[in-house]
DNA sequence: GTCTATAGCCTGATAGAC
DNA sequence: GTCTATCAGGCTATAGAC
């Protein structure tokens, strides 16, 4: 009941929530202004009180869906144990991730198709970098004689396909409902590469 | 210089040659009926005498970008060999044929995302179910611990993923443009994976 | 901070001449 | 088989009342 936060709802969080969902399920192009305004309860025209233009809310869009995810990321690898202990901590905590936020996962997949290099460049440094250099000091403990910015992205790979192909999978030989199961995804992985780490000589 | 081939420009294949590159480039909503006619050097209306609408165009254009992809990818399975050598030539021909149809990858993504199950669905049985059975065969000779459909996901996307994140790689720690190398690739795939294929029991 | 109204342009699609 | 002309509606964005 402060006078500044709560009970009033902020209406720019409002629209940045909506705005995540529809341009994550549609993309850039297949949104209007119309459309995210009406699932927020206001008229098209209003939401340009609160940004001056389609391009100006989709960045804020992207920023709000990909804030605090530099630190869920990089916090994953940041678990004491044996390098091999870390990975496999790894690996569960960033399928869990993934699987949570899974709109954020298809927005990054939408940027990098259609993001242009000043928006990748900046998405690289403010959220990817950190995490990311993260993943390597450790893959470069376990497998020094892979390079290891490409062990990292195989690694994200791995575990990033399966959410990826998921729509089509259902329809491929062998494909079951568990396969979306996060702790089966981890767990599979984990098995890929149970020999590779077993052995680091 | 016979009477019906050669000669005579296709238009409807003019048409779904840019078609292709545009939708790639673009996705659906990011591109109009008159952007695909001006890249052609015609007219709007004059595309409607090939196509009854967009839609239809888009369906005919993901028909032309995936036809015979089923037989490239599934040919690249039917090496003889053992197993070892099978998978290894599988990498670095599946590895080759990504990295020569840029335009057929991407807009297998954009399909990932956009698609209907409908499209999805038919996709998935038109093309995807002969390779991707075969590599189920392929890998569940070489780990039989492991899920078929599972594994067979994870290798490619262990491939796919350099592809799709080049974008972005150029901008994180230790991204080389050798890393864009498909040959490069296949080595660092093949080497990942090469303690996991040495003890299959 | 939200509304109505509207400008100006782009969209998919059609009609009909040639 | 391509053109010009056009329609009806959607688009982003702005103006100005409340």
Same mark, same amino acid.
């Given at each position: 009941?402060?006078?500044?936060?709560?009970?009033?709802?902020?209406?720019?969080?409002?629209?940045?929530?909506?705005?995540?969902?529809?341009?994550?399920?549609?993309?850039?192009?297949?949104?209007?202004?119309?459309?995210?305004?009406?699932?927020?309860?206001?008229?098209?025209?209003?939401?340009?009180?609160?940004?001056?233009?389609?391009?100006?809310?989709?960045?804020?869009?992207?920023?709000?869906?990909?804030?605090?995810?530099?630190?869920?990321?990089?916090?994953?690898?940041?678990?004491?144990?044996?390098?091999?202990?870390?990975?496999?901590?790894?690996? !569960?905590?960033?399928?869990?991730?993934?699987?949570?936020?899974?709109?954020?996962?298809?927005?990054?997949?939408?940027?990098?198709?259609? !993001?242009?290099?000043?928006?990748?460049?900046?998405?690289?440094?403010?959220?990817?970098?950190?995490?990311?250099?993260?993943?390597?000091?450790?893959?470069?403990?376990?497998?020094?004689?892979?390079?290891?910015?490409?062990?990292?992205?195989?690694?994200?790979?791995?575990?990033?396909?399966?959410?990826?192909?998921?729509?089509?999978?259902?329809?491929?030989?062998?494909?079951?409902?568990?396969?979306?199961?996060?702790?089966?995804?981890?767990?599979?992985?984990?098995?890929?590469?149970?020999?590779?780490?077993?052995?680091?000589?």
């Amino acid at each position: 009941m402060s006078s500044k936060s709560a009970k009033k709802i902020d209406t720019r969080l409002v629209i940045l929530r909506n705005a995540k969902h529809l341009f994550a399920q549609h993309g850039y192009s297949g949104v209007s202004v119309r459309d995210i305004a009406g699932t927020c309860g206001i008229q098209a025209a209003s939401l340009y009180h609160h940004f001056p233009d389609k391009q100006a809310l989709y960045l804020a869009t992207m920023e709000y869906a990909f804030s605090d995810k530099a630190d869920e990321i990089a916090e994953v690898t940041t678990i004491a144990g044996s390098p091999k202990e870390r990975l496999s901590d790894f690996i !569960g905590r960033f399928t869990t991730l993934m699987a949570d936020d899974p709109e954020f996962r298809i927005l990054l997949q939408r940027e990098l198709l259609d !993001g242009d290099e000043e928006r990748l460049k900046l998405a690289a440094h403010e959220v990817f970098e950190r995490p990311f250099k993260a993943i390597t000091d450790l893959v470069e403990e376990i497998a020094p004689e892979c390079d290891p910015h490409m062990l990292a992205i195989s690694l994200a790979g791995l575990i990033l396909f399966h959410f990826e192909t998921a729509p089509i999978r259902r329809y491929l030989p062998g494909g079951k409902k568990s396969h979306n199961d996060p702790k089966v995804i981890a767990e599979h992985v984990l098995t890929l590469l149970s020999r590779t780490l077993e052995s680091p000589q």
